[in-house]
């Protein structure tokens, strides 16, 4: 038995909390004044003679509450009933269970839409009916054995909140309606001041091309934002949902990406990210989002005397990580051309084993002297700065785009082809050019600046401590150097038949590197300022890890510019302040367009020092992407309204639902597995792991090449054993392509485990069977779906937490299974009762916690003994966590831009050398022979701008894999076990195979 079955259980669970995130939307916000005719309909006095508050007010202020504060439902019950008792008179429910009932229909609810497996086809509009995929042919129902009856399930359910009637609500209360028009009135008098995106020269660009859109204000303007996340944070269950979350601009800026007013329109299912296929997926707000462009809806507005007026939307933009923006875009951010701004022109060439963005010499006025020097790559740089593309470039470039078939079928959209050259990078035309407007947005995808910002500090950072890791001045990154025939004093060479690699100016020495260390791990932040620095730095005091995006932002804002002082030369620490400050001037509250554009200025010159001063190899495309920050601040406004965090925030909501999934209770005690026990547990770990199905797949190849009779239960003795040896190898070769949880896993199970006699999961509380016996209550029931979509069927034993390094632990079920195949098991007028009197499975006990679903069982009069009818229990969050509490955490400057100046230091680089003349070169394990300078000859190399490179169509590993270059976003901010699906699919495409 095997409990793999996790897409559907997700969804399953899925579903709950969709119906509380629901509840609590639709609470929160009818929370003021009526909105429809079914409003007005409950409109009833709360008591008789009180005319200002009605009875269906006072409920949704009350149930605001209750989801706010976490009250349980019997405590709601409770109140009602007092409150009835001390008013007799009161008009009210009588319990949570009908308060919830009135809710839901006042609520918003979802409509579930179908998805091919393959991500092919969405079943809707004119495929509702069908039941196969028009595209790839595959059943649109999941094939349960043995079961011919019933209700189909479907293999991927994507919900649509649809979008209308909540924008018809923000007119529909007065406050709001009235603050909808603050773009029109709040938008800066001064043109150099950006406050808003109202301000940017986007917005007043759309206006101008669309006036009659412009002429009412009260039409909305939309942003979109998406990101994959795990909703259930767990590393034994990777499942990468993306939420596709839309904020309102016509909101003045302190609640235009406040969490109430952010509203989640889809929500894309896992278990991987969507891809390439992002579009099928968009379907239905794209075409929503046309309707209400073109013939707009009639909306009531309140704050003008209820009258009716023609509402219109557009979308301005939309805001994501840089792998995400190739979903949505359409242009990849891989290969030569990654830049989507730079486009065809990025200045990129090809170094050992990967692609360096470097050439921002071409940026620089045709007359600065840099352009002569040959000190940054060998040669002089004559070329201009990349043109600057209309919007008729783009759909010229676009309209050479060839139709590609949807989906990941292997026989169909997921064939894998490679791009025509006049293709560009363009792998799709976006769905967002079916709206009419969207190819002349100036501004159509922000690139989020916090993750831009954590992927430079973990390079600069990574170098500077020569993490072993992270450091981008690696062995080859000298060989570049040796190639292009430029900083002598840093290549590589051989001193008695040993290789030697000279230490770096830009590297701290050992000491430097104690004391860097100890400094992050003392530093002291006001409350709620930032988290503890003191757990990123490494027990050897040598190696700052697993920094998330909000920590990367103090770093580069306010302890790097201050270190650096201390340990690196001028030239270097002055580069890499300024640097820092050109951060912090694009992170202030109000930004003035003067500012932007000396900033931008400014920033040629600081990437053409980072050049002069660190490898080629240096430069991943995060670096490049900082020149375009002052940009899209000139065309969008400040970057606070356009970056990932406010979405990210309001994922976590979410999450918090699915949190905890299993969270053990009780007074623990320590057991000592024995060893075919331990054996047991680890293997279903491990075997319910989707993160490693490559890896399991390829131990069973194996063993079956090696043409063993019974591979099956090898693999199951051999495979841990095995997949430690793998992962650890890999980890030596690389660690950037082990993740802290593929390594935690690998690193196997302790023997000494925790027990508990309770676990939560999924707000349901199961007990151990012994306990269960000595109480009044049944909790120990356990089911589990199957690979098949059978149903297993047990008692719960015990509840072991296995731990593992870093301090990763997974919750495990040991149960007793009962064998009820064949005729041990009926099923009459839906009534299931099984035969308990044997077990099954006795060497597959085991599930983890949060696949459980808690049943319990009840003697049947009509049968012997031996048989129980099964009772299903719901799941919900009937014992709900306290939510985490979310520190308010400094991002912006309470400032302007202004404050921070910043002057690019030109300096002298003519002189500097980049050697660390106070420490020797260190050894390498390599033989000299390899690389020693005399074999390279610069023809071989071809090094600079060889354009060759294969145009690969990335289809299949597109967004995920950008080559282990730079990391996707954190969704998550303190859990470390998030495994963010960019990385998944990173893992899982093409690192490892
Ligand atoms: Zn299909
Ligand atoms: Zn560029």
């Given at each position: 038995?095997q409990?793999?079955?996790?897409?559907?259980?997700?969804?399953?669970?899925?579903?709950?909390?969709?119906?509380?995130?629901?509840?609590?939307?639709?609470?929160?916000?009818?929370?003021?004044?009526?909105?429809?005719?079914?409003?007005?309909?409950?409109?009833?006095?709360?008591?008789p003679?009180?005319?200002?508050?009605?009875?269906?007010?006072?409920l949704?202020?009350?149930?605001h509450?209750k989801?706010?504060n976490?009250?349980?439902?019997?405590?709601?019950?409770?109140?009602?009933?007092?409150l009835?008792?001390?008013?007799?008179?009161?008009?009210?429910?009588?319990?949570?269970?009908?308060?919830?009932?009135?809710?839901?229909?006042?609520?918003?609810?979802?409509?579930?839409?179908?998805?091919?497996?393959?991500?092919?086809?969405?079943?809707?509009?004119?495929?509702?009916?069908?039941?196969?995929?028009?595209?790839?042919?595959?059943?649109?129902?999941?094939?349960?054995?043995?079961?011919?009856s019933?209700?189909?399930?479907?293999?991927?359910v994507?919900?649509y909140?649809?979008?209308?009637?909540r924008?018809?609500?923000?007119?529909?209360?007065?406050?709001?309606?009235?603050?909808?028009r603050?773009?029109?009135?709040?938008?800066?008098?001064?043109?150099?001041?950006?406050?808003?995106?109202?301000?940017?020269?986007?917005?007043?660009?759309?206006?101008?091309?669309?006036?009659?859109?412009?002429?009412?204000?009260?039409?909305?303007?939309?942003?979109?934002?998406?990101?994959g996340?795990?909703?259930f944070?767990?590393?034994?269950?990777?499942y990468?949902?993306?939420?596709?979350?839309?904020?309102?601009?016509?909101?003045?800026?302190?609640?235009?990406?406040?969490?109430?007013n952010?509203?989640?329109?889809?929500?894309?299912?896992?278990?991987?990210?969507?891809?390439?296929?992002?579009?099928?997926?968009?379907?239905p707000?794209?075409?929503?989002?046309?309707?209400?462009?073109?013939?707009?809806?009639?909306?009531?507005?309140v704050?003008?005397n209820?009258?009716?007026?023609?509402?219109?939307?557009?979308?301005?933009?939309?805001?994501?990580?840089?792998?995400?923006?190739s979903?949505?875009?359409?242009?990849?951010?891989q290969?030569?051309?990654?830049?989507?701004?730079?486009?065809?022109?990025?200045p990129?060439?090809?170094?050992?084993?990967?692609?360096?963005?470097?050439?921002?010499?071409?940026?620089?006025?045709?007359?600065?002297?840099?352009?002569?020097?040959?000190?940054?790559?060998?040669?002089?740089?004559?070329?201009?700065?990349?043109?600057q593309l209309?919007?008729?470039?783009?759909?010229?470039?676009?309209?050479?785009?060839?139709?590609?078939i949807?989906?990941?079928?292997?026989?169909?959209?997921?064939?894998?082809?490679?791009?025509?050259?006049?293709?560009?990078?363009?792998?799709?035309k976006?769905?967002?050019?079916?709206?009419?407007?969207?190819?002349?947005?100036?501004?159509?995808?922000n690139?989020?600046?916090?993750?831009?910002?954590k992927?430079?500090c973990?390079?600069?950072l990574?170098?500077?401590?020569?993490?072993?890791?992270?450091?981008?001045?690696?062995?080859?990154?000298?060989?570049?150097?040796m190639?292009?025939?430029?900083?002598?004093?840093l290549?590589?060479?051989?001193?008695?038949e040993?290789?030697?690699?000279?230490?770096a100016?830009?590297?701290?020495?050992?000491?430097d590197?104690q004391?860097?260390?100890?400094?992050i791990?003392n530093?002291?932040?006001?409350?709620?300022?930032?988290?503890?620095?003191?757990?990123?730095?490494?027990?050897?005091?040598?190696?700052?890890?697993?920094?998330k995006?909000?920590d990367?932002?103090i770093?580069?804002?306010?302890?790097l510019?201050?270190?650096?002082?201390?340990?690196?030369?001028?030239t270097?620490?002055?580069?890499?302040?300024?640097?820092?400050?050109f951060?912090?001037?694009l992170?202030?509250?109000?930004?003035?367009?003067?500012?932007?554009?000396?900033?931008?200025?400014?920033?040629?010159?600081?990437?053409c020092?980072?050049?002069?001063?660190?490898?080629p190899?240096?430069?991943?495309?995060?670096?490049?992407?900082?020149?375009?920050?002052?940009?899209?601040?000139?065309?969008?406004?400040?970057?606070?309204m356009?970056?990932m965090?406010?979405?990210?925030?309001?994922l976590k909501?979410?999450?918090?639902?699915?949190?905890?999934?299993?969270?053990?209770?009780?007074?623990?005690?320590?057991?000592?597995?024995?060893?075919?026990v331990?054996?047991?547990?680890?293997f279903?770990?491990?075997?319910?792991c989707?993160?490693?199905?490559?890896?399991?797949?390829?131990?069973?190849d194996?063993?079956?090449?090696?043409?063993?009779?019974?591979v099956?239960?090898?693999?199951?003795?051999?495979?841990?054993?095995?997949?430690?040896?793998k992962?650890?190898?890999?980890?030596?070769?690389?660690?950037d392509?082990?993740?802290?949880?593929?390594?935690?896993?690998?690193?196997r199970?302790?023997?000494?485990?925790?027990?508990?006699?309770?676990?939560?999961?999924?707000?349901?509380?199961?007990?151990?069977?012994?306990?269960?016996?000595r109480?009044?209550?049944?909790?120990?029931?356990?089911?589990i779906?199957?690979?098949?979509?059978e149903?297993?069927?047990?008692?719960l034993?015990?509840?072991?937490?296995?731990?593992?390094?870093?301090?990763?632990s997974?919750?495990?079920?040991r149960?007793?299974?009962?064998?009820?195949?064949?005729?041990?098991?009926?099923?009459?007028?839906?009534?299931?009762i099984?035969?308990i009197?044997?077990?099954?499975?006795?060497?597959?006990?085991?599930?983890?916690?949060?696949q459980?679903?808690?049943?319990?069982?009840?003697?049947?009069p009509?049968?012997?003994?031996?048989?129980?009818?099964?009772?299903?229990?719901?799941?919900?969050?009937?014992?709900?966590?306290?939510?985490?509490?979310?520190?308010?955490?400094d991002?912006?400057?309470?400032?302007?831009?202004?404050?921070?100046?910043?002057?690019?230091d030109?300096?002298?680089?003519?002189?500097?050398?980049?050697?660390?003349v106070?420490?020797?070169?260190?050894?390498?394990?390599?033989?000299?022979?390899?690389?020693?300078?005399?074999?390279v000859?610069?023809?071989e190399?071809?090094?600079?701008n060889?354009?060759?490179?294969?145009?690969?169509?990335?289809?299949?590993?597109?967004?995920?894999?950008?080559?282990?270059?730079?990391?996707?976003?954190?969704?998550?901010?303190?859990?470390p076990s998030?495994?963010?699906?960019?990385?998944?699919?990173?893992?899982?495409?093409?690192?490892?195979?």
């Open positions: 038995m409990g793999q079955n996790e897409g559907l259980v997700a969804e399953d669970e899925m579903t709950d909390v969709l119906n509380d995130v629901v509840r609590d939307d639709s609470s929160a916000a009818t929370s003021d004044l009526g909105y429809d005719a079914l409003f007005d309909a409950m409109h009833s006095e709360l008591y003679g009180v005319s200002s508050f009605s009875s269906l007010n006072f949704t202020k009350l149930m509450l989801v706010v976490k009250w349980t439902n019997k405590s709601v019950d409770g109140l009602l009933k007092l009835k008792l001390a008013f007799p008179k009161i008009n009210l429910v009588d319990s949570h269970y009908e308060a919830k009932k009135l809710m839901s229909k006042l609520g918003l609810g979802y409509e579930s839409i179908h998805v091919c497996r393959n991500d092919c086809a969405l079943f809707w509009k004119e495929n509702t009916d069908k039941e196969i995929c028009p595209v790839c042919y595959e059943s649109r129902w999941v094939q349960i054995a043995g079961k011919s019933g209700k189909n399930v479907s293999h991927k994507l919900r909140f649809s979008l209308t009637p924008l018809k609500r923000l007119f529909a209360t007065t406050h709001t309606a009235r603050l909808m603050w773009h029109n009135t709040g938008r800066s008098k001064d043109n150099d001041d950006l406050g808003h995106p109202v301000d940017g020269k986007a917005w007043r660009a759309f206006d101008k091309n669309h006036p009659d859109f412009a002429c009412e204000i009260r039409n909305v303007r939309l942003g979109l934002s998406s990101d996340f795990n909703p944070g767990n590393m034994s269950q990777s990468s949902m993306w939420p596709v979350v839309l904020a309102t601009y016509n909101l003045p800026p302190w609640l235009c990406m406040k969490e109430e952010l509203m989640l329109t889809l929500l894309i299912p896992g278990p991987q990210s969507p891809g390439k296929d992002m579009d099928v997926f968009l379907r707000l794209v075409d929503e989002l046309k309707e209400l462009w073109t013939s707009g809806i009639d909306t009531r507005d704050s003008n209820n009258c009716i007026f023609r509402m219109r939307v557009a979308l301005l933009w939309t805001v994501s990580d840089f792998p995400a923006r979903s949505l875009s359409g242009w990849s951010g290969g030569y051309d990654a830049c989507p701004t730079c486009n065809e022109e990025t990129s060439t090809r170094v050992i084993g990967k692609t360096a963005y470097v050439g921002h010499r071409r940026f620089l006025p045709s007359t600065h002297h840099w352009r002569n020097d040959r000190t940054f790559n060998g040669q002089t740089e004559r070329r201009g700065p990349p043109p209309t919007s008729a470039d783009i759909l010229q470039q676009l309209s050479r785009v060839k139709i590609r949807p989906g990941k079928h292997p026989s169909y959209g997921g064939v894998k082809r490679k791009r025509d050259k006049d293709e560009l990078n363009w792998r799709k976006s769905i967002f050019y079916e709206l009419p407007y969207w190819s002349t947005n100036e501004l159509k995808h690139l989020d600046v916090i993750h831009v910002e992927n430079v973990d390079s600069l990574g170098t500077l401590l020569g993490d072993p890791h992270k450091s981008k001045d690696t062995d080859n990154a000298r060989r570049d150097l190639k292009l025939k430029i900083r002598h004093e290549h590589l060479y051989e001193d008695k040993r290789l030697m690699k000279p230490a100016e830009y590297t701290f020495i050992n000491a590197r004391k860097f260390c100890n400094f791990r530093v002291k932040f006001p409350d709620g300022f930032a988290s503890n620095l003191r757990k990123n730095v490494a027990p050897n005091e040598s190696r700052i890890i697993g920094l995006s909000h990367c932002h770093l580069m804002q306010r302890l510019p201050v270190v650096c002082r201390a340990f690196l030369n001028k270097i620490s002055s580069t890499i302040t300024e640097l820092c400050t951060f912090k001037k992170c202030a509250r109000s930004i003035k367009v003067s500012d932007m554009v000396d900033a931008q200025q400014q920033l040629i010159l600081i990437l020092k980072l050049e002069r001063i660190f490898p190899a240096f430069f991943d495309i995060m670096i490049h992407l900082v020149m375009h920050l002052p940009e899209e601040a000139i065309l969008g406004g400040p970057v606070y356009r970056w965090y406010p979405f990210e925030r309001y909501k979410l999450k918090d639902y699915v949190r905890n999934q299993s969270k053990p209770e009780g007074k623990r005690s320590l057991v000592v597995l024995e060893s075919d331990r054996a047991q547990a680890e279903y770990v491990l075997n319910n989707p993160e490693i199905e490559t890896f399991l797949n390829e131990h069973k194996q063993l079956q090449t090696r043409g063993v009779t019974n099956n239960q090898l693999h199951r003795i051999k495979f841990p054993a095995w997949f430690h040896t992962i650890y190898g890999l980890h030596r070769i690389n660690a392509d082990v993740s802290l949880e593929l390594l935690s896993l690998a690193s199970p302790n023997a000494v485990v925790h027990s508990y006699p309770a676990c939560i999961v999924n707000g349901v509380r199961f007990l151990t069977y012994d306990r269960d016996i109480r009044k209550t049944q909790n120990s029931g356990v089911s779906a199957g690979t098949g979509g149903i297993f069927y047990g008692q034993q015990d509840i072991l937490e296995l731990s593992y390094i870093n301090g990763f997974v919750v495990v079920f149960c007793r299974w009962f064998k009820c195949d064949g005729k041990r098991k009926v099923t009459e007028n839906n009534i299931t099984i035969d009197s044997r077990e099954a499975y006795k060497d597959d006990q085991f599930i983890l916690a949060s459980a679903r808690q049943v319990f069982y009840i003697d049947d009509s049968r012997s003994h031996n048989w129980r009818v099964v009772q299903e229990v719901n799941h919900c969050t009937t014992w709900d966590t306290p939510s985490m509490v979310l520190t308010e955490i991002l912006l400057h309470d400032d302007s831009s202004s404050n921070f100046s910043l002057f690019v030109i300096g002298n680089l003519d002189h500097i050398t980049m050697q660390r106070d420490i020797d070169a260190i050894q390498l394990d390599r033989p000299a022979k390899r690389a020693s300078s005399s074999n000859s610069g023809d190399y071809n090094f600079i060889d354009k060759e490179e294969d145009i690969e169509d990335e289809d299949d590993n597109d967004e995920g894999d950008n080559g282990g270059e730079f990391e996707a976003s954190d969704t998550e901010t303190d859990c998030v495994e963010d699906d960019d990385d998944a699919d990173r893992s899982n495409d093409s690192d490892y195979e």
